[in-house]
C-alpha cells in the first residue's frame, strides 16, 4: 500500500501536527501526515482563540517564518485584541477570536494545497525503530510506513482518559478514542513518561442566554491582525465576547460537588496547568474571592454555540448544569455539552536536543503537548520547528536553533529541555529575560530572513519585510536629522503638558518625550509631508515610534543580550564525563548529566547548577 520511503511522517493533525507536515513539505521533503480522524484536522479542541499575552507574539514568530497559524488565525478570525496595549510594547500581545469551524477548515485546505504532503487516517500504534533509528510506523491495521524521520504530535490521546464527575472514560478529547501503543513502546526503548491533566469548560447555546445582563467585550476600534503577509486583511466587522461573574451562591453549589470531582476524590493525580485551573480548583485555592470572571465567547460568526471561558471543570453533568443557572444571565442556560478533565501520557522534554529529536532515537522528534507543553501557539511553534530539523537531517543540512536572544520559540524550546516541566508549561512574557527584543512588531526583522534561508518564507514575503525596515529606519533617520523651532514645537508640547524647549532642537528628541504621540508631532509639517510623500503604512509609523521611544532600552538589552551570548559559544564536548569533576556538587553533576548541555550558558540555566559549578566546568575546559 506504501511502497516508497516518506522524508517524514507527522503522527498526529493538531496545532503542532498541521505546522511540523507543511514546513516539512514546504521545504522539500515527502511527507505524509497520519491522523485518526481527517475531518478534525486542526481542531480547536478548547477555546476558540488564538493568540494572548506571550502566545501572540509566538503567532506573530511563525508566520515571519513562514508557517501557517499567522495566516489561517487572520482568515478565521471573528475579534481581534491588542492585548496590554496600556503597557509598553514588549509588552503588546495580539489575540484573535476564532470561527472554530472555519479555522479548521482553512487549515485543512492549506494542507491539501501544499506540494510533496500526502494524507492518511488511521492510529498509529508504534514506531519501527532499528539500531537506536526511527525506520518508519505501524498502524492499528498492521500496515507498516517506512520513512527517515518521524515527528509524534500526539497532544493529549496517549492513553488518554477523560473524567466528568464520577464517570471516566478513555478517550483523546470528547467523541474521540485515545491512543494506545506508543507510550508503552517508547518506555520499553528507554524513555521516562509522566501523565499530566488539562480540563475544558462546557459548550452552552447562545440563544438561551441574556447578554443585556453580562458585561459587554468588544473588539479593538481599528483591529490589527497576524500575518505579516498582504493577502489577509484586518477585520472591518467583529462580533462581541461578554463578561459575568460567578458568585458565593455559584460557588456553594459548585462545593457541593466536591465529593464526586475526581479533582478531589483521588480519581485524578496528575498536574493541570496552573495558570488555567478549573473553577473548582480556583474557588478551593483562592477561598477568600466571592467571584471569578467568565468570559462568554462565541465559537464562529453563525454558530450560537458559546464557549464558557473560565469556567473549566470535571465536576458532575448535574452539578455543573445547577451551578451554571446561577451566574447571572445563564437563567436560563442550555448545555450543548458538559466540561471535562482529560489525563494523558506526556515524556520530559529534558530527553530531548535542541532540534527537538529525542536523544535516545535518532530521527524521531516530538512536538506539543507530548512535551508537556499547553496552548496551541506553543505547540505550533513545536511543530514548525520539529517540522523543520526532521527536514534539515533527511537533506543532511545543518539543523536549525533558534537562542533566547532571538525569538520566544527559543526560550520556549530552551526552558523545556534544560528546566523540563512537571506541570503543564504555558508560555509567559516574564518567561523571556530579553523581552523587549522579542516584541510582536518585530518578528518579521528577526526572522524571515531565517525563514527565507531555510525555503519557508517567500522572496515576497522577504522583500516586504525589507521595504518596512528600511522605511521605519529611514523615518527614525528623518527625526534625527530634522530641527524644530520652539515657535512650532512649543504650542504642542504646551498642549501636551510637556516642558517647552527655548531654543531649536532635533524631533527626535521631542518625540522620545512619553507623553508626545504620533498625532502630536504630525501637527509639524515636516512630519506630515514626509508621511504623505513616501506613502508611509501605520505599521511603518509604529515602528518607528517603537524604534524612537524605546532606542535606549532596546540597546541596552541588545548589548547584555551579545555578552551573554559569548557563553553560548563555548562548547561543552559530546558525551562529556561529569563524574571526573570532583570539585562540583553531586547534584550539579547528576543534573548536567542527565540534560546533555550543549554549551555553557545552556548548563548555567539548569536548576541545581550553581555559577561554582558552572566556574569549575570552565577551569577544566580551559585546560
Keep these: 500500500m506504501f511502497n516508497e520511503v516518506y522524508d517524514v511522517i507527522v503522527v498526529g493533525a493538531g496545532h503542532a ?10 521545504m522539500g521533503s515527502k511527507t505524509l501526515l497520519i491522523t485518526m480522524n481527517l475531518q478534525n484536522i486542526a481542531q480547536m479542541s478548547c477555546n476558540p482563540a488564538m493568540g494572548g499575552i506571550a502566545k501572540g507574539q509566538i503567532v506573530r514568530e511563525i508566520d515571519a517564518l513562514g508557517g501557517y497559524s499567522g495566516v489561517v488565525s487572520d482568515t478565521s478570525a471573528i475579534q481581534f485584541k491588542m492585548l496590554n496595549k496600556s503597557k509598553g510594547p514588549a509588552m503588546w500581545s495580539p489575540r484573535v477570536q476564532s470561527d472554530r469551524m472555519r479555522f479548521a477548515e482553512d487549515w485543512r485546505m492549506l494542507l491539501e494545497g501544499t506540494e510533496n504532503l500526502d494524507f492518511y487516517q ?101 483591529p490589527h491582525k497576524f500575518s505579516y503577509l498582504d493577502t489577509t486583511k484586518p477585520l472591518t466587522q467583529q462580533r462581541s465576547c461578554h463578561m459575568s461573574y460567578t458568585s458565593e451562591l455559584v460557588h456553594d453549589l459548585l462545593r457541593e460537588g466536591f465529593d464526586r470531582s475526581p479533582m478531589f476524590n483521588g480519581r485524578i493525580q496528575s498536574v493541570g496547568p496552573r495558570y488555567c485551573p478549573s473553577i473548582e480548583d480556583k474557588i478551593n485555592r483562592f477561598a477568600d474571592k466571592d ?32 451551578a451554571l443557572r446561577s451566574v447571572v444571565g445563564f437563567e436560563n442556560v442550555k448545555f450543548f455539552r458538559p466540561g471535562y478533565a482529560i489525563e494523558y501520557d506526556y515524556f520530559p522534554p529534558t530527553q ?13 522528534y516530538f512536538a506539543g503537548q507530548i512535551n508537556g507543553t499547553t496552548g496551541y501557539e506553543e505547540a505550533a ?33 530552551d526552558d523545556l529541555i534544560t528546566k523540563g516541566t512537571e506541570e503543564p508549561y504555558r508560555m509567559f512574557t516574564s518567561r523571556a529575560e530579553y523581552r523587549t527584543l522579542l516584541r510582536q512588531d518585530n518578528a518579521d526583522f528577526r526572522l524571515t530572513p531565517k525563514g527565507f534561508d531555510l525555503g519557508l518564507a517567500s522572496e515576497k514575503r522577504l522583500k516586504r519585510m525589507e521595504e518596512k525596515q528600511s522605511k521605519s529606519d529611514d523615518f527614525v533617520q528623518f527625526f534625527r536629522d530634522t530641527s524644530v523651532t520652539p515657535e512650532e514645537a512649543n504650542p504642542v508640547l504646551e498642549s501636551k503638558k510637556s516642558a517647552p524647549v527655548k531654543q531649536q532642537d532635533k524631533m527626535f528628541k521631542l518625540y522620545a518625550r512619553p507623553n508626545i504621540t504620533i498625532d502630536d508631532v504630525r501637527q509639524f509639517k515636516a512630519v506630515d509631508d514626509y508621511i504623505v510623500s513616501n506613502n508611509l503604512d501605520q505599521e511603518v509609523i509604529e515602528q518607528t515610534e517603537i524604534q524612537v521611544k524605546y532606542a535606549g532600552y532596546i540597546a541596552k538589552e541588545k548589548n547584555n543580550a551579545d555578552k551573554l551570548n559569548r557563553l553560548e559559544n563555548l562548547k561543552i564536548p559530546a558525551g ?36 561554582n559549578d558552572i566556574s569549575v566546568l570552565l577551569v577544566y575546559l580551559g585546560r
Excluded at 501536527?17 to 514546504?26: F, T
Excluded at 530531548?352 to 524521531?364: F, Y
Excluded at 514548525?384 to 536553533?401: D, H, P, R, Y
Aim: with cysteine; proline share 3%.
Design 576 to 611: 562529556f564525563d561529569y563524574s571526573i569533576l570532583k570539585s562540583m556538587s553531586i547534584e550539579a553533576r547528576q543534573k548536567l548529566s542527565k540534560i546533555e548541555p550543549v554549551t555553557i550558558s545552556q548548563a548555567s540555566r539548569i536548576s541545581g547548577v550553581s555559577p
Design 381 to 413: 511553534s513545536q511543530g514548525l520547528m520539529a517540522g523543520i530539523n526532521a527536514s534539515l537531517k533527511v537533506q543532511e543540512k545543518e539543523a536549525f536553533t533558534l537562542q533566547r536572544d532571538e525569538a520566544y520559540i527559543g526560550v520556549l524550546i
Design 291 to 322: 467571584r471569578h470572571q467568565l468570559f462568554v465567547e462565541p465559537e464562529g460568526w453563525n454558530t450560537c454555540e458559546y464557549y464558557i471561558n473560565g469556567f473549566s471543570t470535571s465536576l458532575p453533568e448535574d452539578v455543573q448544569f445547577k
Design 122 to 222: 488511521e492510529m498509529v500504534s508504534g514506531l519501527l525503530v532499528e539500531n537506536h533509528k526511527v525506520v518508519g510506523v505501524k498502524t492499528s491495521l498492521g500496515i507498516e510506513v517506512r520513512a527517515k524521520s518521524v515527528v509524534l504530535t500526539n497532544g493529549t490521546f496517549l492513553n488518554g482518559l477523560i473524567h466528568i464527575g464520577d464517570k471516566n472514560f478513555g478517550g483523546g478529547r470528547a467523541g474521540e478514542r485515545a491512543a494506545t501503543g506508543i507510550t508503552e513502546q517508547l518506555v520499553n526503548l528507554g524513555f521516562e513518561s509522566g501523565r499530566m491533566k488539562t480540563g475544558t469548560p462546557p459548550r452552552v447555546d447562545g440563544r438561551s442566554l441574556d447578554f443585556s445582563k453580562m458585561i459587554e467585550q468588544p473588539g479593538d476600534e481599528h
Design 352 to 364: 530531548l536536543k535542541h532540534t527537538l529529536e529525542t536523544k535516545l532515537v535518532d530521527g524521531l
Design 17 to 26: 501536527g498541521s505546522e511540523a507536515a507543511a514546513a516539512a513539505a514546504n
